[in-house]
């Protein structure tokens, strides 16, 4: 009788564990071993292909509305500056658009701004015209900031100066310039000495035609016109700056005829039906996620209970699946981002670049996660195996540099800064640096460096060839030699064979399984550096199982 109850007890256990190696090489296997093992259907590889498609149309048809959204601004910018500001040459001087040198160019700027405004109508060869509220036109403001109390004496090295600032504002009319002139004569005898700036405010309207072409419903937009005559440095040099803000929505009163006819309809349903589609990717990988988990305590129950053993750090990172994690977050970053397309094509939002930020990043890591479907073939997994193996490495490698880089950052910004524009701020010099180490620009930034201070100019030369030759030829083929060392210890693996897991071992119903040493030393011969190939006492062997987690 003990010999029949010892019998069933030990076929159930051989049942058991055949039912779990069942389960895991199903859970391991892809999509098309999958169906041709139980006949099941791979829908969430149909899934991923749908969103993949339907997510990439969704950015290509948003990216071509917000290049004529974006186009649309900036030349009505260039507009404005070439309106608005007198002797504008068309571009730009470093981050100003003009710069006045005497008093008498100041005064002609500045009143060249305020006729140029009062003849807009009949200036302007696009579709502006003034903000109204209420049907009362907004007035042009204009406001200028100085020194409370001052007295300059340069000639006797003197200065008496009330660092308090007040501001005065006015508005102006433009319907109404000669007596309004003849009102306000004392707010423009500026004392240039006290000046700090002038700030001079306005609100256009004006419509977005280019958008019928497209068959779309043509935006209104309001532009929040800033000019600013800086003069802080009192270096004399007055840098005129002129910023727009432009708000769009929808017109009030329109009538298309012709051809074009409003889509809008047909974007917002194919917009409803991607965020179906990210719903059903999203809600189908957290399920993959909770029965790998729930198999996975199955897997470690059935060892600590069979053999007193427990699974090894490497062997649970295999259940949980970064692929599904990356999936989910460019779920809900494309249905975050369809909702925000969804409220800018009904004319409730304008946040353009939030939107695409959101819909850009979701289609990155829609492309980024077909690589987990090419990994199920050997050849094509050896980027992944790469990265994987070696990423620890260039991690720590690059925390090692940047200590570095960071001191170069600092030293060339405190250093050159005042005599170099591509050292002017922090992320001025990251950016040189950061292309200096890719070999751009290396002639433009020795020869552009003003000669003006020997000592300076001797240290910049010092300062460059050092960081040059340090992270040329030192860093960057270190980095290269980490991942090439990576990459051959990988094709190493492929030759001759992965080192086998106690996970591997269980599914090629191996019954010897090594105690578990975490925290061993790496083996240098073998090439095992990486924690997810040396967690476990591992024997290589020729393997054609490769888990891809």
């Known amino acids: 009788m003990f010999y029949l109850v010892f019998l069933s007890t030990m076929s159930q256990g051989i049942i058991k564990e055949e039912i779990l190696r069942d389960d895991l090489k199903y859970y391991f296997m892809s999509p098309c ?39 649309y601004k900036e030349e009505n910018a260039m507009t404005f500056k070439n309106l608005f500001l007198k002797d504008y040459s068309g571009v730009d001087e470093e981050d100003y658009s003009v710069a006045l040198y005497s008093q008498q160019a100041v005064y002609d700027s500045l009143f060249y701004v305020l ?110 016109v800033t000019i600013t005559f800086d003069n802080q440095c009192h270096s004399g040099k007055i840098k005129i700056f002129l910023d727009i803000d432009a708000l769009s929505s929808a017109c009030k009163n329109w009538m298309i005829s012709g051809t074009a006819q409003k889509n809008t309809h047909y974007l917002l349903v194919f917009d409803g039906f991607v965020i179906l589609v990210c719903l059903t990717s999203a809600v189908l990988c957290t399920r993959s996620i909770v029965l790998a988990v729930k198999l996975l305590q199955r897997f470690s129950r059935f060892f600590r209970e069979n053999y007193n053993h427990k ?104 250093v050159l800064g005042p005599y170099h524009e591509k ?14 180490v890719n070999g751009d620009d290396m002639y433009t930034t020795f020869a552009q460096l003003k000669d003006k201070n020997s000592l300076v100019w001797l240290f910049s030369r010092v300062y460059l ?30 030759k001759n064979g992965f080192p086998m897991t106690d996970l591997q071992r269980f599914l090629r119903e191996q019954k010897d399984f090594p105690p578990s040493e975490e925290g061993s030393e790496m083996d240098t011969e073998t090439g095992m550096g990486h924690p997810a190939l040396c967690c476990c006492r591992r024997a290589p062997s020729n393997d054609d199982i490769i888990l891809i987690s």
């Open 115 to 224: 006729d140029q405004y009062r003849q807009l109508g009949r200036l302007s060869v696009g579709p502006i015209s003034y903000a109204e509220e209420d049907g009362k036109l907004l007035p042009l403001v204009i406001c200028k900031e100085y020194y409370k109390r001052g007295n300059v004496e340069p000639s006797d090295d003197a200065y008496d100066i009330d660092a308090q600032l007040e501001k005065v504002c006015m508005t102006h009319d433009p319907t109404n310039v000669s007596q309004w002139k003849a009102e306000n004569v004392s707010f423009f005898n500026l004392e240039f000495y006290r000046l700090v700036d002038i700030k001079i405010t306005f609100q256009l309207k004006g419509i977005n035609l280019q958008t019928v072409r497209s068959h779309e419903l043509p935006d209104c937009y309001v532009f929040f």
């Open 465 to 494: 060839y050092s960081f040059i030759s340090l992270f040329i030829y030192m860093v960057l083929s270190l980095f290269i030699a980490l991942i090439t060392d990576a990459y051959d210890t990988i094709k190493n693996y492929q």
């Open 311 to 414: 699974v090894c750090e490497t062997d649970q990172k295999e259940f949980l699946n970064g692929w599904y994690v990356l999936v989910i977050v460019s779920d809900a970053m494309a249905i975050v981002g369809s909702i925000l397309k969804m409220e800018i094509q009904a004319k409730s939002l304008t946040s353009y670049d939030v939107c695409s930020i959101f819909l850009g990043t979701s289609t990155l890591m829609v492309w980024v996660g077909v690589i987990r479907y090419l990994g199920y073939f050997q050849k094509y997994n050896v980027l992944i195996l790469t990265m994987k193996t070696a990423f620890p490495k260039v991690i720590r490698f690059c925390c090692c540099a940047g200590m570095i880089y960071l001191g170069y950052t600092f030293c060339g910004w405190i």
């Open 33 to 71: 071993e999958k169906y041709r093992a139980r006949r099941q259907l791979p829908w969430k590889l149909g899934v991923q292909i749908l969103k993949i498609v339907m997510i990439t149309s969704q950015l290509i048809l948003f990216g071509l509305n917000n290049q004529l959204v974006v186009s």
């Open 423 to 436: 050292f002017e701020g922090l992320s001025r010099v990251a950016e040189s640096l950061f292309s200096l």
